[in-house]
């Protein structure tokens, strides 16, 4: 997965210290920054327990305002079918 970040927010929090050196050697190993994957981490567990959604806001993610058909806003932010999608087997 891929995030890009509006806004960020500084937090503070500790860890084990084998926790952070398992992050730090993903984080060689894949090319990132270990907060990126932290960072990641935390989008992902929020996604899938808090079930965040995405506004047509956050998707636009700071680029010019967009015109959008009448409609289109309905359903880029009604996301019933995704379950329904993401649990679907591919075939």
Known sequence: ??????KKKPVTFYVSEATYDAYQAQAVKVGKKTAELIREAMED???SHF???LT????????PKLKLKAGAKDFLEDDSWKDEMLDREVK
């Open 51 to 53: 079930k965040k959604t």
């Open 1 to 6: 997965m891929s995030y890009t970040y509006n």
């Open 45 to 47: 567990y929020a996604y």
């Open 56 to 63: 047509v806001e956050d998707l636009l993610m700071g680029k």
